[in-house]
């Protein structure tokens, strides 16, 4: 097991009714003048905007609406908020809705108190020193930015997708009650599913074959999703199975699985520039490309892939060789994806096969045209990284 530091400082309030804390949340962390920042029309429809306004303004505070994220957030809304914050002098940034929208409201926080273009720090250009305090009404279990150290943004301008890591925008608190999810559409479910079973396989897919502790906690959320996902598509108003997936999500990407571990995230790396390219939901993009991937790399490590198959896909230990168990593990994954409703290649994702040069384009920028690499358990240079595309092209 390697060394490692853990830092979880988001305090999370948990269960039913739980929004109606947010007030006394928000002003115990110090916000006094709030930007309330959503995605689409659903905050509104379900009233869970209007009751955030309300414990608001029930606790003294002032708070600006600023909604419209989109999946696959965009650079020119988070430049928008931050020209917002800084002429209403904003000192809090709360986030109500999923993945996107969090991480739209860190990048705004970020460039706030930033002289230059917040662009900077996710091109590695610049390192955030400071950042407006953010925290989270959560109501899509899938992306993990409640409790992470992370946001992703897209940049129209050539269809750049970008992900910048710093402590400093990790969420004061996040609230999350199960309810605000039973009207999810199955297939937005789906992707979340596939997000965060991919959070724990990204860091559990390693040479590090001794922590025997997280892995027996990456495998229990790993089949606790698997399991629960079968019965929220059935019944999506059961709340306990809701309940499940919905704390996962938050232990899956607060870094818990990855303590010993050195995480791959090529999968990742990868579907950023498929989502960039076409615009597809990110969860789905990760199912089109990880059996592509696994069968790519599993030699590197056949003996965990094995142990992937039997502890998390239940594949019955009874093959000659770690080999087959392994690729039996990789397809069990692949069945499982399509059992509820994921692609499984680029051409069910989009439709169509990418071209080639379709996928020269996502190779050369994932690459950063061919200098950098991606991966970890196995280093992927430009020419894997188009094999790969080219496996998944279905």
Excluded at 18 to 37: C, I, R, W
Excluded at 64 to 84: A, D, Q, T, W
Excluded at 326 to 349: D, H, K, T, W
């Amino acid at each position: 097991m390697r060394d490692f530091t853990y830092y979880a400082p988001t305090e999370v309030v948990f269960g039913a009714a739980s929004e109606e804390k947010t007030g006394k949340l928000v002003k115990q962390y110090g916000g006094t003048n709030v930007l309330v920042h959503y995605g689409g029309q659903s905050a509104e429809r379900s009233g869970l905007l209007n009751k955030i306004c309300r414990v608001l303004e029930a606790e003294g505070i002032t708070y600006i609406k600023f909604g419209g994220v989109v999946p696959n957030p965009r650079l020119s809304m988070v430049h928008e908020g931050i020209e917002l914050c800084r002429k209403e002098s904003i000192d809090f940034i709360l986030a109500v809705g999923g993945g996107s929208v969090i991480d739209s409201a860190k990048a705004i926080a970020f460039g706030v108190p930033y002289e230059g273009d917040v662009w900077d720090f996710y091109m590695g250009e610049a390192r955030a020193e400071a950042c407006l305090p953010v925290a989270a009404v959560l109501t899509i279990p899938a992306a993990g930015s409640e409790m992470s150290n992370s946001t992703v943004i897209t940049n129209e301008n050539g269809d750049l997708k970008k992900g910048y890591s710093n402590d400093l925008c990790r969420c004061k608190f996040a609230v999350m009650n199960p309810e605000r999810t039973f009207t999810l559409p199955n297939y937005q479910t789906a992707c979340g599913v596939t997000d965060i079973m991919m959070h724990t396989m990204e860091r559990y897919f390693s040479h590090d074959d001794d922590m025997t502790v997280t892995d027996a906690v990456a495998e229990g959320i790993l089949r606790t999703v698997k399991d629960n996902a079968f019965e929220v598509l059935k019944a999506p108003e059961n709340y306990a199975h809701r309940a499940q997936i919905m704390w996962a999500g938050s232990l899956a990407h607060n870094d818990l699985t990855g303590c010993g571990t050195t995480g791959d995230w090529a999968t990742h790396q990868l579907e950023h520039e498929l989502s960039a390219l076409f615009d597809v939901a990110h969860g789905a993009g990760l199912a089109a490309l990880w059996g592509s991937w696994a069968r790519y790399v599993y030699k590197e490590n056949v003996t965990r892939f094995a142990q992937f198959a039997v502890n998390v896909m239940g594949v019955t230990n009874d093959f000659k060789s770690a080999e087959h168990t392994a690729l039996a593990g990789i397809e069990a994954m692949e069945n499982f994806y399509r059992a509820i409703g994921m692609p499984v290649s680029i051409c069910q994702l989009i439709g169509r096969q990418a071209t080639d040069d379709e996928i020269r384009v996502m190779a050369d920028k994932c690459s950063s045209g061919g200098k950098g690499t991606t991966g970890n358990l196995k280093i992927l240079y430009r020419e894997d990284m188009e094999n790969i595309y080219q496996m998944a092209n279905g």
